[in-house]
């Protein structure tokens, strides 16, 4: 069966979802085509059900959408669900808007599976407590750290969050627990603006992990940062991007493909 798929946000320029799922249908012989969507700031159900009505059958959400995506949606899945945010979005047969939300696997197995970065008994802090950190929060508690704490801007929003989750800490990006983390993971949309949040020195354990769910072929300002704080492990999103997108082409297709090889054509 071959269908039209798509990626929608602002800005979506820079996304390599077409890309990725190009290189996936080549590996596995499905049939599809797919695009990028712009969508003005207020107005996203417009375009997306613009979308569907001209026969598209899946489109991925990324910001700043996830959370209109998560309202727009018909029915939702288990993790859509909690995490409030949707990245998935599928047409199903009875006509209805399915959403899932892939990003807490996706960056689960791109830690786990590609980097070798530990959650288990780690001091994890998470910096911005928007969708991006709720599409991830339950699939970091899943592995186990002995720690975590959400740092957000608004220290509200970080408290809001914090407490859908038992033993979940929560404070502003200017009052960070003073003690240190083995894993450090951006949320924030800052990267693609070329900023980033201001951290106070200290923060990371030396030898510690920093992962930036934002991708680019350069250095993220996060990424400067973890590197000048002397982070054994510093990443990019591009791992993360290439894993939920996989898990967005079985949800769509049935069809799991292999990741490796696409990063590796990534990164190439």
């Known amino acids: 069966m071959k269908g039209h798929y798509a990626v929608v946000g602002n800005p979506i320029e820079h996304s390599k979802s077409p890309q990725i799922h190009a290189m996936f249908a080549e590996q596995t012989g499905e049939q599809l085509s797919y695009g990028r969507l712009w969508a003005p700031q207020d107005n996203f159900a417009a375009v997306a059900r613009a979308f569907f009505c001209g026969g598209g ?7 700043p959408f996830k959370e209109e995506a998560w309202q727009f949606a018909n029915k939702l899945s288990e993790r859509a669900h909690f995490a409030e945010a949707v990245n998935t979005l599928r047409c199903d047969d009875d006509g209805l808007l399915w959403g899932d939300n892939t990003d807490g696997v996706g960056l689960y197995r791109d830690l786990h599976d590609n980097l070798g ?24 508690l899943a592995g186990e750290p002995s720690e975590v704490v959400i740092a957000n ?7 809001e969050l914090a407490q859908r989750f038992e033993g979940v ?7 960070i627990p003073g ?3 083995d894993l450090i993971i951006n949320t924030t949309a800052a990267g693609l603006q070329g900023s980033m949040p201001a951290l106070a020195d200290g923060l990371l354990r030396h030898g510690g992990a920093c992962y930036d769910l934002v991708y680019s072929d350069t250095d ?10 002397h982070a054994g ?8 991007l290439v894993e939920q997108a ?7 297709r049935g069809v799991r493909p292999d990741t490796q090889p696409v990063i590796g054509a990534l990164r190439g």
């Open 153 to 159: 801007r608004t220290a509200h929003r970080a408290d």
């Open 233 to 240: 492990q510093v990443a990019d999103g591009l791992g993360m």
């Open 117 to 140: 970065i530990a959650i288990e008994a780690q001091r994890v802090l998470i910096l911005g407590a928007g969708g991006a950190a709720r599409g991830i929060l339950a699939d970091i």
């Open 220 to 229: 993220t300002p996060f990424m400067e940062w973890a590197r000048r704080h």
């Open 57 to 63: 059958l899946g489109l991925n959400v990324t910001v």
């Open 169 to 175: 800490g929560s404070c502003g990006l200017d009052n």
């Open 246 to 252: 996989a898990e967005s082409f079985f949800l769509w």
């Open 179 to 181: 003690r240190q983390f």
